[in-house]
């Protein structure tokens, strides 16, 4: 049995540490018992690493237990939808200054692996112990859309609100005429004394409501702007909770005057947040680098992120996953002070080490989510992915099967069916893939780790590009 060297801890008389079994990993004691409880295959002074004795762990040692981060300079979320990434994120926060959100699920992740928040933060709590990262940490209940989702998240101790604004944005505003808009738009005094003709600076960048983007932008945003004012007075208002308000998840961009828009009501209406997370121009999709002009976002982003300043809050960027061609331009134009959120580019680094350990097992997977799962997961994601283009597993022999995470649309087939793939199971009720996938990453796990490392290194190496050199 080995003990993790970085676990070994004191509480007065008695060393806590965190110990490797065949299958599973066991806390031991020694000395006095703190309230650790259960039994387990590894014998007396070994206990069971479940979620009562997590709990404990993070009262006995508060640097497990998460905190509000985001007054940090640079933050970044990586979801680990798996509960085993962990160890290979912290390998990267070793080396830069960024602080992570190691427990990262939306509601919809934990629909699709069959997982809860309290189990998201648990596994990170038992990473943080083990490799004895003490810089602090946060937990994001992300893309929350209502009250219970709100509740649930802050009552399994999370210190981040992510509230996805989403269902009261109105995505059909972007097609109207001046004419419909005109119509539809029901007027609004006090609004309209603020804003409608009046241009508003930002670092220099005049942001300028004329009549049309000012009616426009009423109609989209308004009802989120009510939602979010009415979470944070309800939830977070008084509370040591980070609070970022996405409206991202549409298929409206959202340009630099209704960020402005957004931003100032919410300031006005004495909505405190930590981060926005806007649309932004072109494709923020799953697990690929950026489609899009990159001159265009380059110029948008350049408003976006002195409007974040001049409200007292960094932009986030959500699908942050492998953008790197963005990355440059979003490290010197917020100026080194962003959140970046990551999550599914940790799973297909996982899936890549399946591609080169078990080729069958990974011919097996790939099948299914091409044959089936695909269809039922693309409802779930904006994905433009292309089963056309991707190569034919009878055309490839084992060792090219890693390669297959250098296409985009295989990627993306990977990507968006983890849910299913996770949770399959056969005609007798048993996981189809599961089992066999956490015993094969268990195995490998160094080189999980070292893959994670390298990856998500150099998401952050390219981000500290735009503003270090």
């Known amino acids: 049995m080995f003990q993790y060297p970085r676990s070994i801890h004191k509480i007065g008389d008695t060393t806590v540490s965190m110990v490797r079994g065949e299958d599973a990993d066991y806390l031991k004691v020694d000395g006095p018992n703190p309230g650790f409880a259960g039994t387990c295959a590894a014998g007396e002074g070994f206990f069971p690493l479940d979620h009562a004795n997590t709990v404990l762990l993070r009262k006995l040692f508060p640097f497990c237990a998460p905190k509000p981060i985001l007054t940090s300079m640079r933050t970044v979320g990586v979801g680990d939808r798996l509960g ?3 160890p290979g994120h912290l390998r990267v926060f070793e080396k830069y200054d960024a602080i992570p959100v190691l427990a990262q699920q939306s509601i919809r992740e934990l ?27 946060g937990a994001d209940g992300d893309h929350l859309k209502t009250d219970s989702e709100v509740e649930y998240a802050l009552g ?26 005109a119509a539809e738009y029901a007027g609004n005094a006090e609004l309209e004394s603020i804003y409608l003709g009046k241009t508003f600076d930002a670092e220099g960048h005049g942001v300028t409501f004329g009549e049309d983007d000012f009616r426009r932008t009423c109609l989209i945003y308004c009802k989120a702007i009510d939602h979010a004012v009415a979470i944070y007075r309800k939830h977070v208002e008084g509370r040591p ?6 409206i991202d998840e549409t298929m409206t961009p959202t340009t630099p005057v209704q960020h402005y828009f957004v931003a100032n009501e919410l300031a006005r209406r004495g909505v405190k947040i930590a981060t926005v997370a806007p649309r932004f121009c072109g494709e923020f999709q799953k697990g690929i680098d950026y489609i899009g002009d990159l001159k265009q976002f380059e110029k948008e982003m350049a408003v976006h992120a002195a409007i974040a300043r001049t409200f007292g809050y960094k932009l986030s960027i959500h699908s942050g996953s492998d953008k790197f061609s963005t990355f440059p331009i979003i490290g010197r134009l917020t100026k080194g002070n962003f959140h970046l959120k990551t999550a599914g580019t940790n799973w297909l680094e996982a899936m890549r080490v399946v591609a080169k350990t078990d080729p069958a097992l990974y011919r097996e997977i790939h099948a299914y989510a091409l044959d089936t799962a695909f269809a039922e997961a693309r409802k779930y994601y904006h994905v433009t992915t292309d089963l056309g283009k991707i190569p034919p597993l009878d055309t490839l022999d084992d060792s090219s099967l890693e390669g297959l995470f250098d296409q985009n649309d295989a990627r993306q087939l990977i990507h968006i069916t983890y849910g299913l793939i996770l949770t399959v199971k056969d005609a007798s009720g048993a996981f189809r893939f599961r089992d066999r996938l956490f015993r094969l990453w268990r195995e490998h796990e160094e080189e999980y780790s070292s893959r994670l490392e390298k990856h998500i290194g150099r998401h952050l190496e390219m981000l500290y590009d735009g503003f270090s050199r």
């Open 111 to 137: 629909t699709l692996t069959n997982r809860t928040f309290g189990d998201v933060l648990d596994c990170a709590t038992r990473a943080v112990f083990r490799e004895d990262f003490q810089r602090g940490y």
């Open 241 to 246: 909770v980070d609070f970022e308000v996405s």
């Open 156 to 181: 399994e101790g999370y210190t981040m609100l992510t509230l996805d604004c989403s269902e009261h944005i109105r995505n059909d505003v972007l097609g109207m005429s001046a004419g419909q808009v």
């Open 84 to 86: 085993i990434a962990t």
